[in-house]
């Protein structure tokens, strides 16, 4: 099989319900690897978060805050940071709402609330802890992502932002993003930098935020678990991430051959 390029989400898809990987998975990564396939990882978290990922599978090219941070086999390749204006607009706003936000940047995160149980319990579900406060931390350097921690119902007043996108990733908690970002803009950011083509993309992954990058890709590959919205888009819908998915799909869909 000729080379392809292959992305997975990493919660829910690469780790199981207790952020660890599925030794099927591991191998099924590094049988991937050894064919000559290139890998990456395409996550909403941010790269300092997914260092860990990309030292236990062995890879080092991922498309992180949603498509606005890429990196091939070590190089940055595109950035895509949000307006400090619309930042400083949306922190006076959710200031007034009494919604915590996180501003994410290239190497650390911090927010605007000093100890708030939503972002306790938003990033606590991805095993990190609350970040400092530090409501500044936008002025003056890239952020590329914000995690606004907010109930659904009081998401759709920030439907004024225009220049912003929102997809939401917890229950306490949704990212926002440059309009027109995602996972799906990061891959085309891939496409033209190798080159490969648009039906040589494999991607794999289980929520909304996928969604956009699963309706791209070549062939995209929900996991058994994954939202009904994305089974529904995907091309092949594999077993749930603790039923060896991973594996399962790269098998049935010839990756290997």
């Known amino acids: 099989m000729d080379k392809k390029l292959l992305f997975f989400d990493i919660d829910g898809t690469i780790y199981d319900h207790d952020k660890q990987t599925p030794a099927s998975a591991k191998q099924a ?38 498509g606005q941070y890429v990196v091939f086999e070590g190089e940055v390749i595109y950035k895509n940071p949000l307006s400090e204006h619309s930042l400083e607009a949306l922190l006076e706003h959710s200031d007034s709402c009494g919604h915590p936000i996180v501003f994410m940047g290239e190497e ?30 936008h002025k003056g350097r890239d952020i590329f992502q914000v995690l606004l921690f907010c109930g659904e119902n009081d998401e759709k007043q920030y439907s004024r932002f225009k220049e912003f996108d929102l997809v939401r990733w917890h229950e306490r908690s949704t990212d926002i993003l440059p309009a027109g970002g995602s996972k799906a803009e990061g ?37 058994g678990n994954a939202v009904p919205e994305l089974k529904k888009t995907a091309d092949f819908v594999t077993k749930p991430v603790d039923e060896d998915g991973i594996a399962y799909a790269v098998e049935t869909l010839g990756l290997l051959k």
């Not at 050894?34 to 599978?57: C, D, K, N, T, Y």
């Open 108 to 137: 650390g995160m911090r927010s605007s609330a000093a100890d708030h149980p939503f972002i306790h319990e938003g990033v606590g579900s991805l095993k990190v802890e609350h970040p400092k406060q530090d409501r500044s931390y």
């Open 187 to 223: 891959i085309k950011k891939v496409i033209e930098k190798l080159p490969f083509k648009r039906e040589d993309t494999y991607a794999f992954g289980d929520g909304l935020n996928d969604l956009q990058m699963i309706e791209f890709a070549g062939t995209g590959v929900a996991m």
């Open 29 to 66: 990564i590094s049988d991937l690897k050894a064919h000559g396939h290139h890998v990456f990882i395409a996550s909403g978290r941010a790269p300092f978060m997914v260092s860990p990922v990309l030292e236990e599978l062995g890879i080092h090219s991922f498309v992180s805050y949603n």
